[in-house]
């Protein structure tokens, strides 16, 4: 009996060094991020130049950027994957964390080049106004695999002057009506007088159009409950609309010119507020 006590005590302090081997062993295994240097960002074009951007001129170059290799460290040595960058921009003092924020993605670069036409894009689609001096901020983010171990360069910050540039094309009549299978719009009618309500957009701006309308409201499962935007009043030759009425919210989305779809309506009757933006390329609809 003292025998295979002793025994069983063996066995356990055999087996308890294995674990501990073991142990050792992962631990000795696992990869460890031992740090980087946070890149440092820099640009040809002087931050005390204002950039002009013009519709001329947008094939040239606005912005040159080179940036310094982060050297992520493990304790396996310095990584072998690829680093991603990011070129974050964002309004002055938003700290790169508004709504607004545009990103511009490289993988294994060290340097970007950006032509008038794409600031002007990313200026213009954070909601800044055109024709007038504004201020932005550039930094770059440097990462590995999806996201991980991210670093942040200095910010830089620059002056310009966008031109007004629209990514879905304004209507030459200067005018904007919607017209759908609702009783309320007429039943598709276009042409001669309006529905039961007017059905021209007022133009708010530039780029920007609203309308408040009654809408019966239904499933969407036939025009019916469905409509457009007719940039001339009576004529069918062209239309806004989506691509897609089944993937297209019916609070709202992008819209495009001559797309295929007609816009889906709401399911519940009420009176909306439909905001047609096409500075940016999207509509809204606000059940009021």
């Known amino acids: 009996m003292i025998a295979m006590k002793y025994s069983f005590k063996n066995l356990l302090i055999a087996a308890a060094g294995l674990l501990l081997i073991s142990s050792c062993k992962k631990v000795e295994n696992e990869v460890v991020f031992l740090g980087g240097n946070a890149p440092t960002l820099t640009a040809t074009q002087s931050q005390s130049t ?58 294994s670069d060290l340097s970007a080049t950006i032509t008038q036409d794409q600031l002007n894009k990313i200026l213009l689609q954070m909601n800044l106004p055109f024709d007038q001096v504004v ?7 440097s990462f590995l695999g999806t996201n991980s171990v991210a670093l942040y360069s ?33 039943g598709w009618q276009n042409g001669g007088t309006f529905a039961s309500q007017n059905q021209q957009f007022n133009r708010d701006d530039l780029t920007t159009f609203s309308i408040t309308v009654n809408l019966s409201g239904g499933d969407n499962t036939t025009d019916k409950d469905q409509y ?9 030759s062209h239309k806004y609309a989506c691509s897609k009425i089944k993937d297209q919210p019916v609070t709202g989305g992008k819209f495009g010119f001559d797309f295929s779809d007609n816009f889906p309506g709401p399911s519940a009757p009420g009176q909306y507020k439909i905001v047609v933006d096409f500075k940016l390329g999207t509509y809204s609809v606000t059940k009021l």
């Open 135 to 141: 201020s932005f901020e550039v930094r770059l983010k």
């Open 50 to 107: 204002v950039i002009n951007l013009a519709a001329g001129t947008r094939g040239n170059v606005a912005l040159n950027f080179s940036w310094t290799n982060p050297d992520y460290k493990f304790n396996t040595g310095v990584s072998s994957q690829n680093v991603n960058y990011t070129l974050q921009i964002d309004t002055v003092g938003a700290n790169f964390s508004s709504s607004l924020r545009q990103e511009i993605s490289f993988s």
């Open 228 to 236: 457009l935007f007719v940039p001339v009043w009576g004529s069918w």
């Open 154 to 186: 200095n910010v830089l910050t620059f002056q310009a002057v966008p031109f007004l540039d629209v990514l879905v094309a304004l209507p030459t009549s200067g005018e904007l009506y919607i017209v759908g299978g609702d009783p309320l719009l007429g």
